[in-house]
């Protein structure tokens, strides 16, 4: 079988010509969208993504402050920074990046990201807004997958998807725009039995553990769809997905390519989060 | 195959038997834990409700105040009520009963609740305490069907679990839960194609639909275990769940009775919560 590549740089081209026109727009009235990107590590693959947000930003008519807090900084020192830009009237958005230091868990700090504000959609309240199918801000790696699908008419509406990866920021909110587009949906894990026979009873599989080689052509069924999330540092220090694309390939209908899949998407996505939050605050 | 009944009875007996003795402890020190109930409807299986939750409070030392809106209700007085309740520091905890008027959603009105006092869980903050992982007042029903299996000692870790209906209050928390007990989870609903081979792969079915006769024996595999979560009222009055007994029976390894099953603790675990929202404000 022929396997579609699902590109996601049209898709992303498309939101972003949408997304620099709105800033303009926003730019001729008062200051451009302000994104503060918060980062308490010194990690390389953080640094690299990082500061491709920051070009995506300006190519976009973002203006994009990086706060720098270091690897060692503590809880306290995060959430008074995240909730300082939180009450600036200047800061339209702000995205906290990973990894924090060691001990910190994502779910300490992120609450102190107001909602209004918090584009990659990490508060409990921005989860919840989303559990609740309320006007939130949504985790952008998640919408995008749903977006990817869309745009490559992968019907969901009553298709058999399992999404292999529970994690707060991408496994847990796809399940909930999964099950929202009335998908039925499978989530599988680290814990899961028998991977291969869950994964391969789906129509769609989404790969968002972070392991590479996570999803091979044993894990799927004939003329399945996979969309591969992973973002992984190969030995050879190329960024790799969860998928196995020699084996996949052949076997499923489509696959996502990484790089150039959801990733574009996400980032995209991001961007449009940030032009929407300074459109709400302009309005407010 | 002998199906074993898992009666929530004893379970709810000893969870009860444990709130009492808290309630009475917060009594001595000052005034007994206080639960206000919301209601907006003149449903009679509601007010049936109703009464059982105000019986089961007064028999554990719970003060509970029904405040009667009326079925014609705005979300506006709904809101208001709630937002002064939660206000209020002689209440420990608010329920909102539902059905609400026509036209006005739960999640319209339920982050009125302070997630301190939302001893049911609905509010979009208390969802995302719960999707992120965080301290919070879990969905009594859904924090009901885990207890239950594990009273009974079925192991959840690894196991795959089918929940059928993905309503805000019981399918998606109670996938959120069973994800936090390492199972793997499928949630599938109305818009699921071909329900019965999606819960015939899973060990464990969770009927949460509230539509009557909605698993029957030919969507079970062999030795399942079945929780029936359904409280609909039969054409004859009497209230059944959403499982076919005699076609499950003789076929699953165990299935909870509608009524005696979930129901009873349920009961026990809002009461439970409303004991220690109190605790919490009093140590506060």
Redesign the interface.
């Known amino acids: 079988m022929d396997t579609v590549s699902l590109s996601g740089k049209e898709l992303a081209a498309a939101i972003n010509a949408d997304t620099k026109a709105r800033a303009a727009t926003l730019a001729t009235g008062g200051p451009a969208p302000r994104l503060a990107l918060v980062v308490a590590n010194d990690d390389p693959a953080s640094a690299w993504y990082v500061n491709s947000l920051r070009k995506a930003a300006e190519r976009l008519g973002i203006t994009c402050d990086t706060v720098e807090l270091g690897a060692d900084a503590s809880a306290e020192a995060i959430r008074a920074e995240l909730d300082a830009r939180s009450a600036d009237s200047a800061t339209d958005a702000i995205m906290l990046q990973t990894p924090l230091p060691a001990g910190i868990g994502l ?1 300490d700090v ?1 609450s102190s990201i107001a909602a209004t504000k918090d584009v990659d959609g990490v ?12 006007d939130g801000f949504v985790p952008a790696t998640s919408e995008a997958v749903v977006e990817l699908l869309k745009h490559h008419e992968i019907p969901l ?4 998807v399992a999404v292999v990866g ?1 994690s ?1 920021i991408v496994g ?2 796809l ?2 725009l999964l ?1 929202a587009e ?1 998908a ?6 680290s ?3 028998d991977l291969p026979s ?1 994964t391969s ?1 789906a129509d769609i599989v989404v790969a968002a553990a972070g392991r590479i080689d996570l999803v091979t052509g044993k894990h799927i069924g004939e003329a399945a769809v996979v969309v591969d999330v992973g973002t992984n540092e190969a030995p050879d220090g190329k960024i790799v997905g969860d998928v196995e694309a020699d084996s996949v390939r052949g076997k499923a209908a489509a696959l996502s390519p990484v790089p150039g899949g959801v990733g574009p998407v996400t980032t995209a996505l991001l961007m449009r989060h940030v032009v929407t939050a300074a459109e709400n605050a302009r309005r407010a």
């Open positions: 779910d992120s508060s409990p309240l921005s989860l919840g807004l989303l559990a609740s199918n309320l509406a009553g298709r058999h529970r707060n847990k909110p399940a909930q099950l009335n039925t949906v499978t989530v599988a894990h814990r899961t039995t869950v009873a």
